[in-house]
C-alpha cells in the first residue's frame, strides 16, 4: 500500500503539460501555467513573438513556423510528449473581429481556426481549449459581401453564427463535446473590459464548468469592485517598457482638449466635425474616437494600434498614448517579462495577447475537468454536443453621452441615485 501511495503522490506534484499553438507572446500560456499547468512546446510563426518566447522561456522547445506546414506527429516529437493531455491557443482573430473587413474564411487568417482543429484530431488531447473574439458568435461562414448568388440549399451558411456552428460540429465529428463560454475578463479580476468567447472541448462526453463572474460593477451582485486602471498604471507603478506608439501632432492637438475619461463628445461640435470628418456622420456610440483613458474605470480593451484616432488609447494624466509596459500591466504580465521588437511588434503582441488572468481561470477550469476525467466516475453525455453559455460577457462601466448631455469618465452607466451604485475604487 506505501508503495502505491508514493505513486499516487508523484502524480499529483507531477504539472500537467500542454501544447501551446498561436502562442505569440505567451499571454494565455502564462495564465494555464499560474493555474498549475506548464507548456511543453510553444508554435508560432511570427519572428517578433518567437524571440520573446525565447527571451523569457529559453529552454522551451520553439516550431517556429505556420501551423499549415506541421503535423501532429511533429509537435509529439519536438514537446517529448507521449500522450497529449491539453492543446490550447488562441487562432488569429482579425478575420472575424468587428472592427475588421470581417472576411471569414475568405480570409486566409480566418481559416486557421480549421487547422486548429485538425492539430487537435491529430494529438487527440483528452481536453482543447480555444480562445477568439466575440465576434465569432455573429460570423457567418460565407460573409454578407460573397453572399450574392448563394443557392438556397446553402442559405444557412450566410446566417449569423453559421461558422462557429459549423466549427462546433466539426468537433463533434472528431468526437469532442465543447462548452463555448462567452465571458468578460473584468469578471473575473482584470482591470480590462475584454469580451470573449472560450471553447473546451473533450473527448469523454463531459461538460465543462467555468465559474461565475468572481467580480461586478453592481450592488446587487455582492461580489468585489471591479479591478480599475488605476489599480494597475496609478501610484508607484514602475513602468517596464516605456516605449510608446504616439499620436501625431495633429492627433495631440485635438485630444488636449479632452478630459481625462472623455472622449470627441467632449469637444465642441464645430471642432468634432472638423476632426472626425466623415466619422462624424456614422451611426454608433464611437466612443473609442479621441478617447482619453480615466484611472477611476477598468481599462477598455487593449489594442494592436493605441495611437489611432478611432482606436484612442490616451493616458489619463499625460498627453501621449499609453506605453508597452502600461498595456502590459493592463494584460497582467509579470513585470519581468521582455517583449521583443520594434515598438509595433510590440504592440501587435500584448493588444493580441489573452489577458493572463483569463488563461488562469481557464486553466483551473481545465484541471478540475482533467481531473474528472482521470476519475472517470462520470458516464459521458449523449446529446447535445455542444453549448453557447453567456457569463455576464456585455458589461458597461463609463458614460459617454446620455439625453443630450455630455460625461466624462467620472460618471458610470448607472444613475447615482440608484441602489445600482457602481462600486468603483478611488483612483490612484
Not at 36 to 56: F, H, Q, R
Not at 62 to 76: F, L, N, R, T
Not at 357 to 365: I, K, S
Request: charged share 25%.
Amino acid at each position: 500500500m506505501a508503495k502505491k501511495s508514493k505513486i499516487v503522490d508523484e502524480g499529483l506534484n507531477k504539472k500537467t503539460r500542454f501544447v501551446s499553438l498561436f502562442s505569440g507572446a505567451m499571454g494565455l500560456d502564462l495564465g494555464l501555467e499560474k493555474a498549475g499547468l506548464e507548456a511543453a512546446l510553444c508554435l508560432e510563426n511570427d519572428p517578433a513573438a518567437v524571440a520573446t518566447i525565447k527571451k523569457n522561456k529559453p529552454s522551451l522547445p520553439i516550431i517556429s513556423e505556420s501551423i499549415v506546414h506541421v503535423d501532429g506527429a511533429e509537435i509529439k516529437k519536438a514537446s517529448a510528449l507521449k500522450e497529449v493531455e491539453l492543446v490550447a491557443g488562441g487562432p488569429p482573430c482579425q478575420a472575424f473581429s468587428v472592427f475588421g473587413s470581417r472576411l471569414g474564411l475568405q480570409d486566409s487568417r480566418g481559416q486557421l481556426i480549421f487547422e486548429y482543429l485538425r492539430v487537435v484530431d491529430e494529438l487527440r488531447p483528452k481536453v482543447f481549449l480555444m480562445e477568439n473574439v466575440r465576434g465569432l458568435l455573429s460570423m457567418s461562414v460565407v460573409p454578407k459581401k460573397h453572399q450574392k448568388g448563394l443557392p438556397e440549399s446553402k442559405r444557412h451558411l450566410a446566417e449569423p453564427g453559421s461558422l462557429l456552428k459549423e466549427l462546433l460540429k466539426e468537433f463533434g465529428k472528431i468526437g469532442y463535446r465543447v462548452d463555448c463560454f462567452v465571458v468578460n475578463a473584468v469578471n473575473y479580476g482584470a482591470p480590462q473590459i475584454r469580451e470573449r468567447i472560450i471553447l473546451i472541448g473533450n473527448r469523454y462526453g463531459l461538460l465543462a464548468d467555468f465559474p461565475s463572474p468572481q467580480y461586478s460593477n453592481r450592488k446587487e451582485d455582492g461580489l468585489p469592485p471591479f479591478k480599475t486602471l488605476g489599480d494597475v498604471i496609478g501610484g508607484d507603478f514602475v513602468d517596464p517598457d516605456s516605449e510608446v506608439m504616439n499620436f501625431s501632432p495633429r492627433k495631440l492637438k485635438y485630444l488636449s482638449m479632452i478630459p481625462e475619461g472623455g472622449n470627441w463628445r467632449s469637444l465642441a461640435i464645430h471642432i468634432q466635425k472638423e476632426s472626425m470628418g466623415k466619422s462624424w456622420y456614422l451611426k454608433g456610440g464611437r466612443s473609442a474616437y479621441w478617447r482619453k483613458l480615466s484611472l477611476s474605470f477598468p481599462s477598455p480593451t487593449v489594442v494592436t494600434m493605441p495611437n489611432h484616432a478611432g482606436t484612442s488609447m490616451c493616458h489619463p494624466k499625460e498627453l501621449r498614448a499609453i506605453s508597452v509596459g502600461e498595456a502590459m500591466a493592463i494584460q497582467e504580465f509579470p513585470l519581468d517579462w521582455k517583449l521583443c521588437g520594434s515598438v509595433t511588434e510590440k504592440f501587435r503582441q500584448v493588444g493580441n495577447a489573452v489577458p493572463v488572468r483569463l488563461g488562469t481561470v481557464a486553466g483551473e477550469t481545465i484541471l478540475r475537468l482533467l481531473k474528472r476525467i482521470d476519475r472517470m466516475e462520470e458516464e459521458p453525455l449523449q446529446a447535445p454536443q455542444y453549448r453557447i453559455i453567456h457569463l455576464r460577457p456585455h458589461v458597461r462601466t463609463r458614460q459617454f453621452w446620455k439625453d443630450g448631455q455630455v460625461y466624462t469618465g467620472d460618471t458610470s452607466y448607472y444613475d447615482e441615485d440608484d441602489d445600482q451604485l457602481p462600486l468603483f475604487k478611488e483612483a490612484c
